[in-house]
């Protein structure tokens, strides 16, 4: 895939040289990006950023395979799970975070942390194991459990119902796995399908799903109905967003590798640089505004994620950490 070959011919670069930053400076009264390390918890060597949350909230993992968790800076290593690897998914504005756990490198037990501890959650009857893979504010869990026939389904863990846990495949004659992009603050899970080919759908609360037609299999973005993915035509990739009717709303200037979106009208995502590295960028309206942090070889950046109150995080290298959007009083 040429995704494929530009990381590869990326990765021959031998040195490596992070530069943190506003490359697309503005007057010195606007408003600013500034960067924050994320320490790992005292006797981890080092760790990374899978999630973030309003409110300040960090979620990722570290040396130990154990649980991280940041408020507003300060680490909690949140441990093992029974002895077993966790790796945390999300996390919501409550601090909640959901996950799984890992035995012999496969996911067994969907997980969620809250009052101070790891629970697991129900795996649906028939299924072998779960993951959990995304939280909202109202506590909704949405993931994915593995049948017996190595069959995927997506697996929601509603808030209103606890203990409860629902199956929902489109198509099961169609589709042998399906998950879920994201579960925005509205309840609408955006779905990913696949069969003989890769289609997306919107489920609503209401368990109504709508089919869209995106035209593309890469879709990373999802929230306050925003849509946003990768689409390869004419030998180039690009990001585009859509509706949710499917309805292409923008293409950025700058093709931007797996997407994030907050709720009004920013995005975040790497894009490849002129000479070959990787970068950290920032786009409003789909507009290109702010590169947050460059690095000449690729795979070096994790793919970001965002908050709709300022905050984007990742991982530079073996770092966590967050950029914070401030602006004059």
């Known amino acids: 895939m040429k995704r494929a070959a530009l990381a590869a011919t990326a990765a021959l670069v031998l040195t490596l040289l992070i530069t943190p930053g506003v490359a697309e400076a503005r007057d010195a009264a606007a408003c600013t990006w500034t960067q924050a390390t994320l320490p790992p918890p005292a006797g981890l060597a080092w760790g990374y950023v899978t999630a973030a949350a309003n409110g300040g909230w960090v979620a990722g993992g570290g040396s130990t395979g154990g649980g991280i968790r940041w408020h507003n800076g300060v680490a909690e290593d949140l441990g093992r799970v029974s002895g077993l690897q966790v790796d945390l998914h999300d996390i919501n504005s409550a601090g909640t975070a959901v996950g799984a756990t890992l035995a012999d490198s496969f996911e067994r037990d969907a997980v969620i942390y809250r009052d101070g501890r790891f629970t697991a959650l129900p795996v649906p009857p028939g299924r072998r194991s779960a993951r959990a893979l995304a939280i909202n504010d109202a506590g909704d869990v949405v993931g994915t459990a593995l049948g017996l026939g190595d069959n995927f389904t997506l697996t929601l863990w509603p808030a209103t119902a606890p203990g409860t846990v629902l199956t929902i495949n489109p198509d099961p004659a169609v589709y042998g796995?399906?998950?879920?992009?994201?579960?925005?603050?509205?309840?609408?899970?955006?779905?990913?399908?696949?069969?003989?080919?890769?289609?997306?759908?919107?489920?609503?609360?209401?368990?109504?799903?709508?089919?869209?037609?995106?035209?593309?299999?890469?879709?990373?973005?999802?929230?306050?109905?925003?849509?946003?993915?990768?689409?390869?035509?004419?030998?180039q990739f690009t990001t585009v967003e859509w509706d949710l009717s499917g309805a292409v709303v923008r293409t950025l200037d700058t093709w931007a590798i797996e997407p994030v979106v907050d709720s009004g009208t920013r995005t975040a995502g790497t894009y490849l640089t002129a000479d070959g590295g990787e970068a950290l960028g920032v786009w409003e309206s789909g507009t290109r505004t702010d590169t947050l942090a460059t690095s000449p070889s690729s795979g070096r950046l994790s793919g970001p994620v965002i908050t709709d109150d300022g905050i984007i995080a990742t991982t530079i290298g073996a770092t966590p950490t967050t950029f914070r959007y401030s602006c004059p009083a």
Not at 181 to 190: K, S
Not at 197 to 217: C, H, I, N, S
């Open 177 to 235: 796995y399906v998950s879920p992009v994201g579960i925005d603050e509205q309840g609408r899970i955006l779905i990913r399908a696949e069969g003989p080919q890769t289609d997306f759908f919107v489920r609503y609360p209401d368990g109504t799903m709508t089919k869209l037609a995106l035209g593309t299999e890469y879709v990373s973005g999802f929230r306050n109905g925003r849509i946003a993915g990768e689409k390869y035509e004419n030998d």
